[in-house]
């Protein structure tokens, strides 16, 4: 059994569902520090939070993940226990060997073997682990960053080792993502009775028209690597539940995710602009999850598309596709930014699993894209 195999089936017995760490972080902490790394414990509520440095010089590449995993939903379809790592068929079974502990594993073999082969490597190496990626992320990466950025620590590299692989490792990797605003809309009518609508205003009956406007309006073209920008209504709740009462609010909820082409502050303006042509009155709070944010080019992009070709002879795709990530929090900073991992076909699944053979060809590739940067 590989190394990178070993830890990460005592990962995956770690039942560290959001926001539980369950030990994961210091499993990773024992590994390091015997290698040079300090470690640094940031925990904030009731996330745990980890960041391990080797060195102090410039640049500072990381390697950022997080140790918590989704709810398992029913263990009774699993068909074998999710914290229990299963291999079948060349397949590695359990929850987070995609979504991301099988990254992590790949992280800490690769700077193992990197570091023995150049231990005195030019730069700094660390990792930044949270425990509440997959929860409501307020207080990890965000929280860390802010840290680091108080004291002037600047990330130069950062690797996201989030499931971005289709087919094969290495075959896409993400160069940035969408923004993500969110939206609460309440619009307010006059409840009454169905059968005298003169005496009553029907919110939904006033929201409709605006519904389709905004539904149908184009806020972008998109670019070279986003696509349009998107608006989804994701609820729609009304009503007493009594079929003879016209309701006196309806409650809407919606999402933007939006290109490089926009920012939030045009796109609330437009929404408002929409919303006030038609005659009623509403109340709309926002929430931003994340901006936009791009590394086209640069040097560890380079780096990336170097170390793949050579480790898997692929050439890989650069997108923006998929949801969040907590790339989101350090692309302010002004870092270079990518997200490169496992295959991404059964993440938040009932049975989730990866390739066993691909934690060697992953590791390997992490490994190759530090020489490609620092040596």
Not at 2 to 28: A, H, R, V, W
Not at 105 to 121: G, K, L
Not at 182 to 190: D, E, P, Q, R, V
Not at 195 to 202: E, F, G, R
Request: proline letters at 4%.
């Amino acid at each position: 059994m590989s190394e990178t195999l070993t830890l990460l089936n005592e990962l995956i017995k770690k039942k560290s569902i959001t926001p539980k760490d369950e030990g994961c972080q210091d499993l990773l902490s024992q590994r390091l520090t015997s290698l040079g790394f300090v470690d640094e414990r940031m925990d904030f509520g009731d996330t745990q939070n980890i960041w391990l440095r080797r060195g102090d010089s410039e640049p500072l590449f990381v390697f950022l993940g997080h140790t918590d995993v989704v709810p398992t939903g029913d263990i009774n379809l699993w068909d074998s226990p999710p914290f229990k790592p299963t291999l079948k068929d060349g397949m590695l079974y359990g929850r987070g060997t995609a979504d991301m502990k099988g990254g992590i594993a790949c992280f800490v073999t690769a700077v193992e073997r990197f570091i023995s082969q150049h231990p005195d490597h030019k730069g700094s190496i660390a990792l930044m682990m949270t425990s509440d990626e997959e929860g409501c992320a307020v207080n990890g990466v965000v929280k860390m960053v802010e840290v680091l950025e108080q004291r002037g620590e600047k990330i130069d590299w950062c690797l996201v080792g989030e499931p971005s692989s289709e087919k094969e490792i290495g075959d896409v990797i993400k160069v940035g993502r969408r923004g993500s605003l969110c939206a609460n809309l309440k619009i307010h009518g006059t409840q009454g009775h169905v059968a005298y609508p003169h005496k009553a205003d029907n919110p939904i009956h006033r929201f409709a028209p605006a519904l389709k406007a905004l539904t149908e309006e184009a806020w972008d073209q998109g670019n070279e690597f986003f696509p349009a920008t998107s608006l989804q209504i994701s609820n729609i709740n009304s009503g007493t539940g009594a079929e003879n009462i016209i309701p006196a609010t309806v409650d809407v909820q919606f999402n933007l995710r939006f290109s490089t082409e926009l920012t939030a502050e045009v796109i609330k303006k437009r929404v408002h602009k929409i919303l006030d042509a038609y005659e009623f009155t509403y109340d709309l709070e926002w929430r931003l999850s994340g901006n936009p944010f791009l590394t086209s080019e640069g040097a560890l992009v380079k780096a990336a598309e170097k170390a793949i070709k050579k480790v898997t002879d692929t050439t890989t795709l650069k997108e923006t596709s998929g949801g969040t990530s907590d790339g989101r929090f350090i692309a302010p900073t002004g870092a270079q930014i990518i997200e490169l991992g496992h295959l991404n076909a059964t993440i938040h699944q009932i049975n989730e699993c990866i390739p066993v053979a691909d934690l060697e060809v992953l590791s390997a590739t992490y490994e190759q894209l530090l020489t490609e940067l620092f040596v």
